[in-house]
């Protein structure tokens, strides 16, 4: 199985701040890599697919790189809106489908 | 965009079953495969069952194999699971999530609310 980690675990921010979450793969991945928003009692929300191509409707402050083992979220100019958890997740090798443990992006 | 609504889910006693259902609506059901994730009271996500478009192919996380199956019906845009054997460890919210499963698109890219399943005596 792929195992996914993520870091921080948790993070405080300002409104306004870059923020940066790593999603880390215990083994080499494709671009089958994708990133998620959730909020509290909400459904989780598709914002990454392919590590880096923005899924329509979402702001262009999220962006996502990486390759191989190695990802990242970014969303420049933190919102009230972001404050959230976010789940990696791989579809490359499977099953299982893999998700990370989550960030959880609170207010500072 | 696809709309799916999840139903199904209620309190049930530790060896029972439940069936849940996914309704889909907007656009192309058959042209997506289909999956199930469950969360836990204040955990992560977890993938839990994977289902193609012609229902060819099947895949199940090892904590449910066994107990859980997955089907779909085209004709209905719906997407099931039948759950047995229900432990008090399988209480979560599930949700189902279509997935494109094409070479440039692979993710979850349509969610539905999610429905309750409460595994306690």
């Known amino acids: 199985d792929v195992q996914l980690t993520q870091s921080p675990s948790f993070l405080s921010a300002s409104v306004g701040d870059r923020v940066t979450i790593t999603c880390r793969a215990s083994?080499?991945?494709?671009?089958?890599f994708a990133w998620y928003q959730q909020k509290p009692g909400k459904a989780p929300k598709l914002l990454i697919y392919g590590a880096s191509t923005l899924q329509s409707g979402v702001p262009s402050r999220f962006s996502g790189s990486g390759s191989g083992t190695e990802f990242t979220l970014t969303i420049n100019s933190l919102q009230p809106e972001d404050f959230a958890t976010y789940y990696c997740q791989q579809l490359n090798t499977y099953p299982p489908i893999t998700f990370g443990p989550g960030t959880k992006v609170d207010i500072k | 965009e696809m709309q799916l609504v999840e139903s199904g889910g209620d309190l049930v006693q530790p060896g029972g079953s439940l069936r849940l259902s996914c309704a889909a609506s907007?656009?192309?059901?058959?042209?997506?495969?289909m999956n199930w994730v469950r969360q836990a009271p204040g955990k992560g996500l977890e993938w839990i069952s994977y289902?193609?478009?012609?229902?060819?192919?099947?895949y199940y996380a090892d904590s449910v194999k066994g107990r859980f199956t997955i089907s779909r019906d085209n004709a209905e845009n719906s997407v099931y699971l039948q759950m047995n054997s229900l432990r008090p460890e399988d209480t979560a919210m599930y949700f189902c999530?279509?997935?494109?499963?094409?070479?440039?698109?692979?993710?979850?890219?349509?969610w539905g609310q999610g429905t309750l399943v409460t595994v306690s005596s």
């Open positions: 289902i193609s478009e012609s229902s060819r192919t099947i």
């Open positions: 907007g656009l192309r059901f058959s042209a997506y495969s």
């Open positions: 083994q080499v991945i494709s671009s089958y």
């Open positions: 999530a279509s997935d494109p499963d094409t070479a440039l698109m692979r993710c979850f890219d349509n």
